[in-house]
């Protein structure tokens, strides 16, 4: 009797385990498009010279070109293993996208995670998008996009500290993180958080080359509600730099949408500061922006995006940004957009992530392109 229920317990174990759901996906997009601006400059540099206008074929008007493999298996219960492996290529140069260290380049430059997801949520491990970047978007009109938007703002904070653009490293919060572990919590009527760790790894220094930030959002009704916060240490380190567990990267932020119908308005409130030298780096940043949906085809959004010095008066930048998009199939979109910034003093907001402009120069970008997805 024994020996036949331990041949049932086997075959009901080997048959839960053939029924388990897997799949692996590869997918990615491709953006390109034309881009003229009225003014350049060869790097982000504070120093930089305004080298005259440009005209060029640029790589992502709405987002970055990439592609990836993701795949996920439902281990029963309601739990499930996932995988990703995604990475930024330029679509004009085939170039990789930019790694950490400075100058370096990597194939899966945006996420490498495994994780494990179910009723409690979900929890990733590996670099990834920071969860910051995800409240930013949900409440920007402009959706945190390559061309004028929360997302070029953002940069341009870190690019009036001197932040080079020639890493992911930025000193103001972070686009992706390197060694995270985020968890994400299930929406409680609306309501949601995430937490992010990331250790450092450095020897003798526990606190080296550590990240940590906390979301919570809200989504309902069409209402989009966000509060960030994000700590970290030895940001933007020179190269061959030590780490020492210097807290200099702190960044808040309060961002509200709202969709009526088809109209959409949204407003934020930012600070970038480095803890450990408040007159060295303290700037604010505001947002609006005001959107209309067309048809489900077409709409229209715009922005306006404003950074200041709090050390220095004189250091202000007011960006303006309109997009039109129309989609003329579930994977193709065609864009037009048209942006104009403002900047005095060391101030060099750029328009579009890629393009950089001279500290202290007013500049007009227009950029016509196409996304397609896969």
């Keep these: ?24 996906t590869l997918y990615g997009a491709i953006d390109t498009g034309l881009l003229y601006q009225s003014t350049s400059a060869a790097s982000f540099a504070s120093n930089a010279k305004n080298l005259g206008h440009v005209f060029a074929l640029k790589d992502a008007g709405i987002y970055a070109s990439f592609w990836g493999i993701r795949g996920t298996e439902d281990i029963g219960g309601g739990y499930k293993v996932n995988f990703r492996l995604q990475g930024v290529f330029n679509s004009t140069t085939g170039k990789l996208g930019l790694a950490d260290t400075a100058g370096a380049t990597a194939v899966f430059n945006q996420q490498t995670t495994i994780g494990l997801s179910g009723p409690f949520g979900s929890i990733d491990a590996g670099r990834q998008y920071t ?26 904070l870190s690019q009036a500290s001197g932040w080079p653009g020639t890493s992911t490293n930025v000193p103001y919060g972070a686009l992706y993180d390197s060694n995270a572990i985020v968890y994400q919590s299930p929406k409680f009527y609306g309501a949601s958080a995430a937490l992010e760790y990331a250790p450092g790894g450095v020897p003798g220094q526990i606190q080296g080359g550590t990240r940590e930030s906390a979301v919570l959002k ?9 509060a960030v916060y994000y700590n970290g240490h030895d940001t933007n380190l020179p190269a061959n730099a030590p780490s020492t567990g210097l807290n200099n990267n702190r960044f808040y932020y309060l961002g509200a949408k709202y969709t009526f119908h ?41 922005g306006f995006y404003y950074l200041k010095d709090r050390n220095v008066s004189a250091n202000h930048s007011s960006e303006y940004a309109v997009g039109a998009e129309y989609g003329v199939s579930k994977r193709t979109l065609l864009y ?20 950089p402009v001279a500290p ?3 500049t007009t970008a227009a950029m016509l392109g196409i996304r397609h997805t896969f």
Excluded: C
Excluded at 218 to 226: P, T
Excluded at 269 to 296: C, R, V, W
Excluded at 342 to 354: C, E, K, L
């Design 262 to 302: 088809a109209l959409s308005v949204s407003a934020s409130y930012g600070i970038g500061k480095n803890p450990a030298n408040t007159q060295h780096g303290d700037y604010e940043m505001i947002s609006g922006g005001l959107g209309y949906q067309f048809t489900p085809y077409f709409k229209v959004t715009s």
């Design 360 to 362: 202290g120069v007013s």
């Design 131 to 156: 969860p910051m970047i995800y409240a930013m978007a949900d409440t920007d009109v402009r959706n945190a996009q390559y061309f004028g938007s929360i997302l070029s703002a953002w940069l341009g």
């Design 218 to 226: 809200y989504s309902n009704y069409g209402l989009n509600l966000a």
């Design 1 to 24: 009797m024994k020996r036949k229920l331990s041949v049932v317990a086997a075959l009901a174990v080997v048959g839960g385990a053939a029924h388990a759901q897997s799949s692996v």
């Design 336 to 355: 037009a957009q048209v942006g104009y910034v403002d900047n005095h003093g060391t101030m060099n907001q750029a328009i579009t992530y890629g393009a």
